[in-house]
Nanobody
Framework: VQLVESGGGLVKPGGSLRLSCATS????????VAWFRQAPGKEREDISC????????YATDSIRGRFTISKYTANTTVALQINALKPEDTAVYYC????????????????WGQGAQVTVSV
């Protein structure tokens, strides 16, 4: 199992970013994949999850309004679109999965990638 995040970078407040998670070793049609983030000195924060059937879920209403999760089964990619970025969105973003999880939310993670740094600053 591998998950590789990409698409991070430095963005100004109000901007948008699209993160990608390239997956291998399992099928997106059989497993759910989630995104979480971790800022320095802070706890892990769950963001979103997409089930094996494609149903999205979001951790909070405020996240639902600015984050969009999607998956592209053909190229085994899970994307996270982030709009109206705020400085408090600065964190390392990870995509992750459990061993067997098929629906959302995922309660724990067994696999995750190396992370993509997102920095929101002027």
């Amino acid at each position: 199992v591998q998950l590789v995040e990409s698409g991070g970078g430095l963005v100004k407040p109000g901007g948008s970013l699209r993160l990608s998670c390239a997956t291998s070793g399992f099928s997106l049609e059989e497993r759910a994949v989630a995104w979480f983030r971790q800022a320095p000195g802070k706890e892990r924060e769950d963001i979103s999850c997409i089930s094996m059937t494609g149903g999205p879920s979001y951790a909070t209403d405020s996240i639902r309004g600015r984050f969009t999760i999607s998956k592209y089964t053909a190229n085994t990619t899970v994307a996270l679109q982030i709009n109206a970025l705020k400085p408090e969105d600065t964190a390392v973003y990870y995509c992750a999965k459990t061993e067997q999880g098929r629906s959302c939310p995922l309660r724990e993670y067994h696999y995750w990638g190396q992370g993509a740094q997102v920095t929101v600053s002027v």
